[in-house]
């Protein structure tokens, strides 16, 4: 028959459990270490010299030699994808969710110069519905460079696009790469050229199974302000007075829908908002250059209402764009502010809110 005593059976109190550390650390303090090691060498830990330390003890060295096998990769944990009860916040679908700014050099066909290498900054994002905690960011970048060796174009792109959207089990996708594409311009009247470099981005775009391809151009030039020109001229013939018209360097974001059919070149952008607006900054500049530009400009004296319509009608003109967008603005010499337009056709560009920080995006730094 086995006997329990109350005093053996219950929990020790904290009290007696810290007079029992006491007790141990006055012992451990004064035995040696061969009796410590005999008791227990845990105990060690409770001397007054004892070095703290973590427990276990890891190590402290790299291991070069250590390989990873898929037993191993199977061990690993991944909480990105784990289960619906991991969500934090709102259980709800994320239009949106990916990486931005992944940089790698990336081949474009041009119109007039052939093959050009350029570095490209991608965004590429998936929806993710609402139960899935998460999405493998590194596929997106993976599914990049499967395909970046390819001469690029849009069915390139919709080759990442299928790897990512079918690794991440998405349903809606958008990728958009942005590069500076760089154009040998020629002076207006020196015979000097230099190259002007332009901001463009291609996206695409997959909502609900259906596919768009858009192309985005700044495009930046000097716009003269026609009131000021009146007014300068006004002083000059009834006052003899030195006058000039303010001018101020102006940036207009062309984005335009690309149809399918006949390519739309980056160069024929270009071209269309040459025609529309002639006065784009120049490159290398003589005495001689910087008085055209003085009397171009004087020639095409703009408004940034004028300059919309003038870029519209351009690409209403194309019928490889479809549905677009021309964000305008002059940056302004006579005023603390900017002058701003934006005139869009179609669904895919309409907007009944803009982005607070649109018009400070089209700040071009020489």
């Known amino acids: 028959m086995n006997i329990h005593t109350p ?28 009796e410590i090691a005999a008791l227990d060498p845990i105990v060690g830990r409770l001397t007054p010299d004892a070095t703290p330390e973590t427990y ?7 291991p070069e030699g250590f390989s990873v096998d898929a037993a191993y990769k199977d061990t690993l944990p991944d909480l990105q994808n784990g289960p619906s009860s991991l969500i934090r916040g709102a259980n709800r679908a994320i239009q949106h969710v990916g990486i931005s700014n992944f940089r790698l050099p990336i081949q474009y066909r041009t119109r007039d ?10 965004t590429g994002t998936v929806s993710l519905e609402a139960d899935k905690k998460g999405i493998n960011m590194s596929r997106i970048m993976r599914s990049f460079y499967a395909h970046a060796e390819k001469t690029f174009s849009f069915e390139v792109i919709e080759a990442a696009l299928d790897d990512y959207k079918s690794d991440l089990e998405s349903f809606d996708a958008r990728i958009n790469m942005r590069f500076s594409f760089p154009m040998k311009v020629d002076s207006l009247r020196s015979g000097l050229s230099g190259y002007q470099y332009y901001d463009i981005a291609l996206e695409l ?27 300068s001229e006004h002083a000059r013939q009834t006052r003899g007075q030195l006058a000039t018209p303010h001018s101020q360097r102006s940036v207009a974001r062309i984005s335009v829908e690309l149809r399918e059919g ?28 910087e008085q055209a530009f003085a009397e171009l400009n004087a020639a095409n004296p703009i408004f940034v209402e004028d300059a919309a319509r003038l870029f519209a009608e351009q690409l209403q003109a194309d019928e490889r764009v479809g549905d677009y967008r021309v964000v305008a603005s002059h940056q302004e010499s006579l005023h603390s502010h900017d002058a701003v337009s934006v005139l869009t056709e179609g669904d895919l560009f309409a907007a009944d809110s803009l982005d607070p920080k649109l018009f400070s995006t089209l700040f071009h730094v020489g």
């Open 7 to 34: 005093a053996i059976d219950r929990k020790p109190s904290k009290e007696e459990a810290a007079e029992a550390l006491a007790l141990l650390r006055r012992w451990a303090s004064k035995a040696h270490d061969a």
């Open 56 to 62: 276990p003890a890891f190590a402290r060295v790299y």
């Open 113 to 122: 110069n052939g093959d050009l290498r350029l570095e490209t900054s991608v």
């Open 205 to 231: 775009v997959e909502r609900d199974g259906v596919r768009r391809k858009v192309m985005h151009l700044d495009y930046v030039y000097s716009s003269t302000c026609p009131c000021s020109l009146e007014l």
């Open 262 to 289: 006949d390519c739309l070149w980056f160069e024929d952008v270009v071209d269309m908002c040459r025609r529309a607006v002639p006065t784009e900054t120049q490159v290398m500049v003589k005495r001689e250059d």
